[in-house]
């Protein structure tokens, strides 16, 4: 059973441009999300993450929002840069006394193009 | 600042052989540790996790196993591998008033011929 779905395996935007990467979950227990960024080869590079008591979270070009009533988060970056291409994870903990152990989607390819 | 290490960044192995991989976290103590593996065109599966020297809970039935031998070491094994061993493996570590966000190291890519 995938409780963490990024159901778009794949996603292409032009540079500049507004990158919305998509993420769903089952579990009602899950309160705390975060988003990851992979390079090939390399290990995961942590983005940003939101509380379940927030709706939105921003950081520089990235912003998170969170609608609990649908199960859904996403992630936008803007303005989009050659240099985001990457993977995608989405990533999601139920706390307190889940000893921290996070639930991953399975990732979403961004290209950005030139 | 914190920093993990994780070696080797490649193996390559044959079936039936013995494996360890070893993680190390400076600049943090009592971390809580974790081993993940990424298969093709798969995201990240927890494999084990530990809170404390010693303190060692699986979440996937398999041929691996682990040891958190000091306080910040995590070592993933196995007696014999399995062709399905194959994959990118990673350690993460997580502490301090963040333990909810989990960092993660450069992976280790195991190919087991």
């Known amino acids: 059973d995938q409780q963490v779905k990024q159901n778009s395996p794949s996603l292409s935007v032009q540079e500049g441009r507004i990158s919305i990467l998509n993420c769903d979950y089952t579990?009602?227990?899950?309160?705390?999300f975060l988003w990851y960024k992979k390079y090939p080869a390399e290990g995961p590079t942590f983005l940003i993450s939101?509380?379940?008591?927030?709706d939105k979270n921003e950081d520089g070009r990235f912003t998170v929002f969170l609608n609990k009533s649908a199960k859904h988060l996403s992630l936008h970056i803007v303005p989009s840069q050659p240099g985001d291409s990457a993977v995608y994870f989405c990533?999601?903990?139920?706390?307190?006394?889940?000893?921290?152990?996070?639930?991953f989607g399975k990732g979403t390819l961004l290209t950005v193009n030139p | 600042s914190q920093t993990i290490h994780q070696w080797p960044a490649t193996l390559v192995q044959p079936v039936g052989s013995p494996l360890s991989l070893e993680c190390t976290v400076e600049?943090?103590?009592?971390?809580?540790l974790y081993w993940y593996r990424q298969a093709a065109g798969r995201g990240l599966q927890l494999l084990f996790y530990?809170?404390?020297?010693?303190?060692i809970s699986s979440e996937v039935p398999q041929n691996l196993s682990a040891s958190r031998p000091q306080d910040r070491q995590f070592i993933l094994s196995s007696k014999k591998l399995l062709l399905s061993d194959s994959g990118f493996y990673l350690c993460?570590?997580?502490?301090?008033?963040?333990?909810?966000?989990?960092?993660f190291g450069p992976g280790t890519r195991l190919l087991v011929l």
């Open positions: 990533a999601a903990s139920a706390l307190p006394g889940s000893n921290y152990k996070l639930t």
């Open positions: 993460a570590w997580s502490g301090g008033r963040q333990l909810e966000t989990q960092y």
């Open positions: 530990s809170v404390g020297i010693g303190q």
């Open positions: 579990n009602s227990m899950f309160d705390y």
């Open positions: 600049g943090t103590s009592n971390p809580n």
């Open positions: 939101i509380s379940s008591i927030k």
